[in-house]
């Protein structure tokens, strides 16, 4: 069975520190990864993928099959970061479901 | 920007009753889907839908959920008969082409089963 693992409830960092959002999965395939943020009132939406590589808004997530993991980092937070954070896996094989982790809240302080 | 549309954005019904939940993916998507979340728990997968039919679906999916595309715009939920552990929110999102899998969602809605 697969299961994403977020350990932190709640994260609180003050702005200009470092965010580290952790992530570990089970998967026994090749699975996709993804992060989605729900800030306040507003939907979820996508954040960023692992096969595409990219940053957004300052954060980046590398996913490392040895450990399985996929934790979102950014070097210096921003008040606007503030916001429900979710790492979900898509399971391969034709399988699209998203399976989702339990979320970190992001609080960044001035 | 499209986006996954899902109406009411409250529901309240009492235990047993029927209800339906309504949903409009974005106009070009193929792939559809229904999740839910109760209260101070994660986000569960209940059902996957593609060409006119479900494409995978979850345990919590049992008799008395289904759905359907009743026309070209619509995606509707239906849960025959509301129980109180029903209550939650309840997300339509959906996804693009047979390789993309990103979902986009709804804002959601709330059912409150009483």
């Known amino acids: 069975a697969q299961r994403v693992t977020q350990p932190e409830k709640l994260l609180s960092v003050f702005k200009g520190a470092p965010v580290e959002l952790k992530c570990n999965y089970s998967y026994s395939g090749s699975p996709e990864l993804f992060w989605y943020v729900q800030y306040s009132r507003q939907r979820l939406q996508l954040l960023l993928r692992h096969i595409s590589r990219e940053s957004i808004k300052g954060f980046t997530a590398d996913l490392n099959k040895g450990e399985t993991s996929f934790h979102l980092k950014k070097p210096f937070a921003q008040e606007e970061d503030s916001a429900m954070y979710y790492c979900a896996l898509s399971g391969g094989a034709g399988r699209r479901a998203l399976t989702f982790g339990s979320g970190t809240r992001l609080q960044v302080q001035p | ?114």
């Open chain 2, 1 to 114: 920007e499209p986006e996954v549309t899902q109406t009411p954005s409250h529901q309240v019904t009492q235990m047993g009753q029927e209800v339906i939940l309504r949903c409009v993916p974005i106009s070009n998507h193929l792939y559809f889907y229904w999740y839910r979340q109760i209260l101070g728990q994660k986000v569960e997968f209940l059902v996957s839908f593609y060409n006119n039919e479900i494409s995978e679906k979850s345990e919590i999916f049992d008799d008395q959920f289904s759905v359907e595309r009743p026309d070209g715009s619509n995606f509707t939920l239906k849960i025959r008969s509301t129980k109180l552990e029903d209550s939650a929110m309840y997300f339509c999102a959906s996804s693009e082409r047979v390789v993309d899998r990103v979902q986009y969602f709804g804002a959601g809605t709330r059912l409150s089963v009483l």
